[in-house]
């Protein structure tokens, strides 16, 4: 009961205050859903809804499927520690420091990716123009994050009997069918929980593109307008509305997860039974 109380306390604190108008931190009046109004109107809202959702599809996309290479590999590679310690590598350094360490690599000087990807401009801006600072986003977390996609599949991998691979591969079946009709499905409820975190973590992204492009360029997510509103023109109402509307988003996109899994973990009872 406590840990319901401490988990719904500051939803339901701020869905109370954006109900109201605030003068920066001083309240006005109650104002019903005016700033729910406002805000899905606003250019900005959806400008970073954009920035949210191009960032969440694209680094989650990337990360499943080099996370499943990289899980692939791990897991033939029982017993050689080192590989597995050089794939994690990326995942246990500080998101800030990754971050700050791509914003050096994607900047014009000293320009170490213009100098080493062929075909790229020594002069090329990653960082200052509009639409490419988000690719350099979605690089910098792939980079960060696809070795902890890997890491919730390796278990998954791990629970697949040997047996079942040993048996179609005397029935003849190649090594593609074997991943197509044995290890996809049998892998699908890790799957679905790694894109369950990686969904809800990716939704509510701040540090990447705060440290990296300052929100520029098209790069602002919705955990950066919230902060907008909350540190650099202060309005409580704005704020509480812009964090509980990402809440719902973040909220929903869980929701739905958590209901294909379970779904998937019946279906799967039920062919065991």
Not at 4 to 22: D, E
Not at 83 to 96: C, F, G
Request: proline share 5%; with cysteine; aromatic share 12%.
């Amino acid at each position: 009961m406590t840990l319901v109380l401490v988990t719904l306390f500051p939803i339901l604190y701020a869905l109370a205050m954006s109900l109201y108008a605030y003068d920066g931190e001083h309240r006005q009046g109650f104002a019903g859903l005016a700033n729910y109004g406002r805000q899905l109107t606003s250019g900005d809202f959806w400008q970073a809804v954009n920035a949210t959702l191009v960032f969440t599809v694209c680094s989650v996309a990337l990360e499943l499927l080099i996370g499943l290479g990289f899980a692939l590999i791990m897991n033939r590679a029982s017993g050689r520690t080192w590989i597995r310690s050089a794939i994690l590598v990326p995942w246990v350094i500080p998101t800030v420091i990754s971050a700050q360490v791509w914003a050096f690599m994607f900047n014009i000087i000293p320009g170490f990716i213009n100098h080493y990807v062929p075909l790229v401009p020594q002069d090329f801006s990653w960082l200052g123009q509009r639409f490419v600072p988000m690719i350099a986003i979605v690089i910098a977390d792939v980079w960060k994050t696809a070795p902890f996609v890997a890491l919730l599949l390796l278990t998954g991998l791990q629970t697949i009997p040997q047996e079942l691979h040993d048996s179609a591969r005397i029935d003849g079946a190649s090594a593609w069918q074997r991943f197509r009709h044995i290890t996809v499905p049998l892998l699908k409820p890790s799957i679905l929980v790694a894109l369950l975190f990686r969904t809800v973590d990716a939704l509510r992204v701040y540090d990447l593109p705060k440290i990296m492009t300052n929100g520029s360029f098209g790069t602002e997510t919705l955990s950066m307008l919230v902060r907008r509103f909350v540190v650099e023109t202060p309005n409580t109402g704005i704020a509480s509305t812009l964090s509980t509307l990402t809440f719902v988003l973040v909220f929903g996109a869980g929701l739905l997860f958590v209901s294909v899994l379970g779904r998937d973990l019946a279906a799967g009872a039920q062919v065991r039974r």
